[in-house]
């Protein structure tokens, strides 16, 4: 599970004190599928890269099963992202001098699998999202949805419990955009929990839930549209 | 994966950019390994011909320079044979060989050669008789002397610089020039248009010695067509006269002839190699200077550059040890490829440049090797460091939202 308790961010900007997040209160459990809105500069970004470990907060706490991420320190938590968290970008972030295979087995690498067990297991995710004849090829010979594709597999590769997608559909085509939120769902259907931020109103529509943030406070929430046709 | 595939991926993709800092280590070791390389045959050739010469005191041309006598002392200048007899015939105490000797060029089967022209000590005993006084009538109490040698073999000239007796068809070859020509004791030798008798080959001293023809000198002055005259006078003097101011009496003797020691030459030598080592230190103070800021600037490039992909790292569960880790393997790889590099070209260079830059025959030394990979890898690795640690702790948030 995730929660966040009474989370502040205050950056310095030019001598100027900038609120990114005012007091955020969330809790987000297992198996949870969170679609985070908001207008720009609402600290939508903070608030993800926050419940990834990669930003200490200026106040509150931020948990992951129950353990205080920011009370570890940086090793620790580098740690536990490599176990527990995978990250989705929306300008995907592949190593450009990486082929696609080898892009996935990076954080196979950092969990330190050997060699063969590396190749095998990022084969059979490149398989799961349709990039079995490209797995030699490197960033630049992919396009835009096959980057994005082969950054999900990426994402996947240490099994983890959280996913943290940035605007995984930002830069993306509607069918690709479409392909990227379903394979999100479907792993979400495995049990991992989902948080996403999006400007997109029908990839956020796709979630369980809806978190408004505004001025670094989340201001409302409301249940996606899966959850209303469930109910 | 592996770390080290990691590294390599991103060194051959970007590899145009490194190549500066690469050749900037590369050269900094290229010129470090040659100096040391010639400076230590250079050396070792003084020792060798201090050890060979025999002779302690040189009579020159006033106008020839020391180095001129390395070179094999055909410079162009001379001076007169009758300086010999006046030295035979004088009352100095001390003197106790002497070995006139006149070098000029020949070229044979397409290579070139000295040849040296020698008295033996028959014509001494000669002109000492004529003056019926000299060096050879004279008790001498200071070690080897023209009178004292009682060998009959030639192959003694190679280490004591005299020879009791040389025809005019005679000649003596150097080693070298002995491997080069084919010659062997008994061949014939057609040189400028006469033949001559090889009476001996001399063995090998690891000197000019070893590519000299040595025939009489008077024989190669008719060659040379110069009249009566020499390069030079090589004497042994007895130490203690040494020490009692032979050479201010020789001076005085011969005033228009420079007389020298072989410490005074020695020291000549041993100024040119400290000046060498000295080049050398330089060199590597600069390299220090200009290799290592060109590899920090290079590395704090690199870093600024790979920013998001070192978040990137980060947020897949990469620690900061680790980030610390790719950057200072690249660095030694770099390290390592110019030490190797530098070693090689160095040795390739001072093997090519030696011989005709310090007169030496150089030979690859591997020990060096140890030197070059060493400076380089330190040098590398010292410079990197900074950008490496700045790297490591790079914010990972911050990288995301700069790029």
Known sequence: ?231 | MTLRTLVMREIFERKSQLLTSFVAILLGITVIVSIKNITYYSEKAVALEMDSLGANVLVLPKSSTLQDYYAADMQGDTIPEEYVTRLAMSDLAGLDNLSPKLSMPVAMQGKTFTLTGILPKSEFQAKAAWGGAGIFSRPIGCGASVGMMGSEDKKTLARKRVIDTLEDNEVLVGADVGAKLGLKEADQLALLGRSFNVTAVLPQTGTVDDSRIFAHLHVVQDLAQKGPVINAIEVIGCCQEISKGLVDKINRLLPDAKVVTITQIADAQIKINRMMSNLSLMFLVIIIFVGGASIANYMYANVFERRREIGTLMALGANSGLVLRIFLLKALILGVAGGIGGYLIGTILAVVLGPKLAGVIVLPMPILSLLAVGVSVALALVASYFPARRAARLDPCATFQEV
Request: charged content about 25%; hydrophobic content about 40%.
């Open chain 1, 1 to 231: 599970m995730l929660r966040m308790e009474n989370v502040s961010k205050i950056y310095r900007h030019r001598g100027q004190p900038v609120t990114a997040l005012n007091g955020a209160n969330a809790e987000i459990p297992e198996g949870d599928f969170v679609a985070i809105v908001g207008p720009s500069g609402s600290g939508k970004s903070t608030l993800l890269l926050m419940l990834g470990g990669m930003l200490s907060p200026s106040g509150g706490r931020v948990l992951l099963d129950d353990q205080s991420i920011y009370e570890l320190d940086a090793n620790a938590r580098a740690q536990l992202r490599k176990q527990k968290v995978g990250f989705v970008f929306q300008t995907f972030n592949l190593v450009p001098y990486l082929s696609a295979m080898e892009n996935v087995q990076v954080p196979l690498y950092l969990v330190g699998q050997d060699g063969p067990s590396q190749e095998a297991r990022a084969e059979e995710l490149l398989r799961r999202v349709g990039l079995s004849d490209r797995m030699h090829h490197k960033p630049c010979e992919l396009s835009v949805g096959q980057q994005q594709r082969v950054a999900l597999a990426r994402m996947l590769a240490n099994d983890p419990a959280v996913v943290l997608a940035d605007e995984p559909t930002g830069n993306l085509d509607p069918e690709t955009s479409q392909q990227v939120i379903e394979f999100l769902e479907e792993v979400n259907a495995e049990g991992r929990t989902i948080v996403m931020v999006t400007h997109d109103p029908q990839a956020a529509a796709r979630a369980k839930r809806i978190l408004r943030l505004d001025r670094g406070a989340i201001v409302s929430e409301k249940p996606g549209r899966k959850t209303h046709a469930a109910a």
